[in-house]
């Protein structure tokens, strides 16, 4: 038994001995391990310290070049004539869009100005009567186009007659804001003077205040009232298609000279185009007074 005993001690003593043996050589190895690790950092640290000396040196100057600090240059990348265009276009498409659409519409406005042609004259159109106006509208264009010549140089002779419906009337109907707007432009403007309105339109345009007293200049014929050429009386509804008899109320009449937005100037430029016309007009149409003389007898 003793032996056996003896024998059982000597064999943990000898795995003790290979397990503190063990444990030694990964110490040892652990140890090992750490020192390298030092060493490598530490080498780490000597080299970034080297290098940044190297670096300062470089941008003092006083080094050209540096053996151990090697600059690394990004290579640019060549591209094609095509490709630079396409990558131009990619990353300025929204600016460009924007640019097209101005230079589109700056294109359109010069293109609209330079082939739009000025009418040689404009009448105002103010009787309320929408039938009248879908009836007659050219025609008056065409009877006051005899009146005058090519004003504006284009090789041809154009009137345009605006209509603008005012009256107590109208006031009611869907876009009178829009036509009084207009009728209050054009009397602040110049580019129109004759007038053809009836007494509908006398509160908005003031006639007494607006328009020329044509007495001095008309009084010899029966239809001048004022500031109103009357025209029931006359041949005009036969001459631009009217069928029916004219309101007695609808009258022509030319506007006093101003200072507009535009200028006094440009207004009577068109009012020394208009007045001869009218001239002309009221010579045709207008029924001049006689006076009968009785000789005294003895």
């Known amino acids: 038994m ?7 001690e000597s064999v943990m003593d000898i795995a003790r001995q290979m397990e503190a043996q063990a444990q030694a050589q990964e110490q040892e190895a652990r140890r090992l391990a750490l020192e390298q690790e030092e060493r490598e950092r530490k080498q780490y640290e000597q080299q970034l310290r080297e290098e940044r ?3 300062l040196r470089l941008k003092q100057g006083v080094i050209d070049r540096s053996e151990t600090i090697h600059e690394e240059h ?16 990619y990353h300025n498409k929204w600016w460009l869009g924007i640019a097209c659409f101005f230079a589109f519409v700056t ?14 004259m ?5 009787v309320h ?15 006051f186009s005899q009146y005058v010549g090519d004003e504006n140089g284009d090789g041809r002779v154009q009137v345009d007659v605006y209509y603008i419906p005012a009256s107590d009337e109208t006031a009611d109907r869907s876009g009178y804001t829009g036509d ?7 009397f602040q403007i110049g580019e129109a003077v004759l007038v053809i309105s009836d007494e509908g339109a006398d509160q908005f345009i003031v006639p007494e205040h607006t328009l020329t007293d044509l007495a001095p200049y008309f009084g010899d014929y029966a239809q001048t009232d004022g500031v109103r050429f009357m025209l029931a009386d006359t041949d005009f509804a036969q001459a631009v298609g009217w069928e029916e008899d004219l309101d007695k109320d609808i009258y022509i009449g030319i506007r006093q000279v101003r200072e507009t937005m535009d200028s006094e100037e440009k207004m009577q430029k068109v009012y020394d185009i208009s007045f001869p016309a009218l001239e002309q007009f009221v010579a045709d149409f207008g029924t001049p007074e006689t006076t009968d003389t009785q ?3 003895p």
């Open 180 to 186: 009084a707007t207009k009728l209050f432009a054009e």
């Open 53 to 55: 000396l190297e670096l």
């Open 129 to 143: 009567d929408d039938y009248f106006n879908a009836a007659c509208n050219e025609q008056i264009g065409a009877l």
């Open 74 to 89: 990004e290579e640019k990348p060549h591209y094609t004539l095509g490709q630079r265009i396409g990558n131009f276009f």
């Open 2 to 8: 003793a032996k056996k005993e003896k024998k059982r």
């Open 107 to 120: 294109g359109f406005l010069i293109w609209q100005t330079v082939t739009t042609v000025k009418p040689d």
């Open 295 to 297: 000789e005294d007898t």
């Open 122 to 126: 404009i009448v105002l159109l103010l």
